[in-house]
């Protein structure tokens, strides 16, 4: 049953992941595919990128702490 879970919960983990990457494409890229941002930003690309990851751990961290947060006040009722 836990290994059902898992699978699971990879599938939707991984289907989740691919819609906001296919979402965060279209919202960078024009009609013609080209990239909307100044060629400025384009060669500064390793600190921008730098940034959005450690945003989006951060974000990751924060929403795993309070589902964890959730399952402990869940496991205090039971």
């Known amino acids: 049953m ?7 919960l ?6 989740v ?4 990457r ?3 494409r279209r919202a960078m890229h024009d009609e013609s595919g080209e990239p909307k941002l100044m060629r ?3 060669r500064n690309s390793s600190v ?3 940034l959005i990851v450690a945003a989006a751990s951060g974000a ?10 959730q399952r402990r006040h869940l496991t205090d009722y039971t």
Request: hydrophobic letters at 60%; a neutral charge; zero cysteines.
């Open 2 to 8: 836990a290994s059902a879970r898992a699978v699971t």
């Open 10 to 15: 990879g599938l939707v983990g991984a289907a």
């Open 17 to 20: 992941t691919m819609l906001a």
């Open 22 to 24: 296919n979402a965060t």
């Open 40 to 42: 400025a930003v384009r």
């Open 48 to 50: 921008t990128m730098l």
């Open 60 to 69: 990751l961290l924060a929403f795993t702490e309070v589902l964890q947060e």
